[in-house]
């Protein structure tokens, strides 16, 4: 399987990629560190979007929020407590994978695969924006 699609017109990420390779606009929001983003693509003259093929295309993990003392996080528990870490790439034969990890790869919480691109960027979005604003792990 070659991460080759056809994006809908509609999808946000239809208009944003180019013919240069280029990284895909992704919403993160507060309260995660990007350690790693290779998530690029660009567009084939016949159209169609080529995304990188890596198994390595993001990592971030949740950051503490500084205005939190060590006393309150401790206090408070739950997620902001604790380091989570999601993990995506493109695994050949089987799509796009997101992994979370809470705090690491002995630790998987949750594991979504899907070959649609459009699908995959909108799991990784919203499973941040779950993690860090509704302080909830997802479900596989």
Same mark, same amino acid.
């Given at each position: 399987?070659?991460? /080759? *699609? ?18 895909? !606009?992704? @919403? ?5 560190? &990007? /350690? =790693?983003?290779?998530?690029?693509? +660009? ?5 169609? &979007?080529?995304? =990188?093929?890596?198994?390595?295309? =993001?990592?971030?993990?949740?950051? !503490? ?5 060590? #006393? ?9 407590? +604790?380091? /989570? ?6 695994? $050949?034969?089987?799509? *796009? @994978?997101?992994? &979370?990890?809470? !705090?690491?790869?002995?630790?998987? @919480?949750?594991?979504? %695969?899907?070959?649609?691109? $459009?699908? *995959? &960027?909108? %799991? ?8 860090? #604003? ?7």
């Amino acid at each position: 399987m070659d991460p /080759i *699609f056809q994006l809908p017109p509609t999808s946000p990420l239809a208009t944003a990629v180019t013919e240069d390779w280029d990284l895909l !606009p992704l @919403r993160v929001p507060a309260g995660w560190n &990007v /350690i =790693y983003n290779t998530l690029g693509a +660009r567009r084939l003259p016949d159209g169609r &979007v080529k995304a =990188y093929d890596s198994e390595d295309l =993001y990592w971030a993990r949740t950051a !503490p929020q500084p205005w939190l003392t060590a #006393q309150e996080v401790a206090e408070e528990g739950g997620l902001r407590a +604790r380091e /989570i870490n999601i993990d995506a790439g493109w695994y $050949d034969g089987a799509g *796009f @994978r997101v992994v &979370v990890l809470d !705090p690491d790869w002995d630790h998987e @919480r949750a594991s979504y %695969t899907t070959p649609d691109l $459009d699908e *995959f &960027v909108g %799991t990784l979005e919203g499973w941040m924006r779950m993690i860090t #604003q509704e302080g909830k792990l997802p479900k596989s």
